[in-house]
């Protein structure tokens, strides 16, 4: 059963370009998470999607961020106008739908660099 | 408003010492709670978790944890650490009644020294 799977790995974009991350789920997880870990900081929750619903976006910067869970295919966090600020990890992670109590499996991540 | 604090931001121990790392959280009520390692250039891997009942959690790669609700702390401890244990670690909360975000600490550096 293969894990989280995201790409790219390394993603690098300049100044005012778009950057879409795709996150693919473990097999038979219907909740996908996106975090953003900043350099020295911890893993800040920026959304939570089921399939074609987000379910909990209080983490999303409110201009250039948005995500989609469609009903078939990856997650994708796409970031309009990319300002170097936006240079970070980004992690999707996914649980199956138990709720709360179900743990979050986490893939390697994107590191996005913005020039 | 909830919060996860990890003191430590770096921790140097020799290879063969005892590992704590501590964890405090702010939350009204009792939370799920969690340990991630995080490697190098990788992303993170559940350690253990708590969701109640017995206090002291059991994980892989012989870790564990203790739920102390008196001082609202969820340390991670190993006996005898090992090289391969260099990586960070973030403890995380999850909160049973708002959902499934998590709230991560800023994590602690671990450094092994032969």
């Known amino acids: 059963n293969a894990g989280v799977m995201q790409n790219p790995r390394h993603l690098v974009r300049r100044r005012g370009q778009e950057a879409r991350l795709r996150c693919s789920p473990m097999?038979?997880?219907?909740?996908v998470y996106w975090y953003r870990q900043l350099p020295e900081e911890g893993l800040k929750f920026m959304v939570y999607l089921q399939k074609e619903n987000i379910i909990d976006e209080s983490g999303m910067p409110k201009e250039r961020f948005s995500a989609e869970f469609p009903k078939e295919g990856p997650s994708i966090l796409r970031i309009q106008q990319v300002v170097r600020g936006d240079s970070a990890a980004y992690f999707c992670?996914?649980?199956?739908?138990?709720?709360?109590?179900?743990?979050?499996?986490f893939g390697p991540g994107t590191r996005l660099t913005v020039l | 408003a909830q919060s996860v604090t990890q003191p430590d931001i770096h921790i140097t121990v020799s290879e063969g010492a005892s590992l704590e790392l501590r964890c405090n959280y702010s939350y009204g009520a009792t939370p799920y709670l969690f340990w991630y390692v995080q490697s190098p250039g990788q992303g993170l891997q559940l350690l253990l978790k708590y969701f109640s009942g017995d206090t002291l959690v059991q994980g892989i790669k012989g870790f564990e944890a203790e739920f102390k609700r008196s001082q609202s702390s969820f340390n991670l401890r190993k006996p005898s650490v090992h090289w391969s244990d260099a990586a960070e670690y973030f403890c995380a909360v999850g909160q049973p009644n708002t959902g499934n975000q998590f709230y991560f600490g800023t994590g602690t550096s671990l450094t092994v020294i032969p």
């Open positions: 992670a996914s649980s199956p739908p138990g709720g709360i109590t179900d743990t979050q499996y």
């Open positions: 097999k038979g997880h219907s909740h």
